[in-house]
């Protein structure tokens, strides 16, 4: 199982950025996929999940209204579109997904840093 992010960068507040994760190694398509993101000195959080159909999808409150996640289940890929970013958002962002309580998997992240 592969999750590989990219997409990151340094933007200016108030610009946008898309992040990508490709997959390989499972059935994409039966699985819930999530961002995480975690800021230095922070915890991990959770940003966005999206349910294996796309149908539902739920955000942090930080980010609602200027983040959106979305799939392609024929492409293995989950995508976090960003927009209207803050410095705030400035952290390394990770695709997971959890198939079970002890079953999950983390890509490796990609750094993306809001700045003047």
């Known amino acids: 199982v592969q999750l590989v992010e990219s997409g990151g960068g340094l933007v200016q507040p108030g610009g946008s950025l898309r992040l990508s994760c490709a997959t390989s190694?499972?059935?994409?398509?039966?699985?819930?996929m999530s961002w995480y993101r975690q800021a230095p000195g922070k915890e991990r959080e959770l940003v966005a999940g999206?349910?294996?159909?796309?149908?539902?999808?739920n955000y942090a409150d930080s980010v609602k209204g200027r983040f959106t996640i979305s799939r392609d289940n024929a492409k293995g890929t989950v995508y976090l579109q960003m927009n209207s970013l803050k410095p705030e958002d400035t952290a390394v962002y990770y695709c997971?997904?959890?198939?079970?309580?002890?079953?999950?998997?983390w890509g490796q992240g990609t750094q993306v840093t809001v700045s003047s």
């Open positions: 997971y997904t959890r198939w079970s309580s002890s079953i999950y998997y």
């Open positions: 190694g499972f059935t994409f398509r039966r699985y819930a």
């Open positions: 999206i349910t294996s159909t796309g149908g539902s999808t």
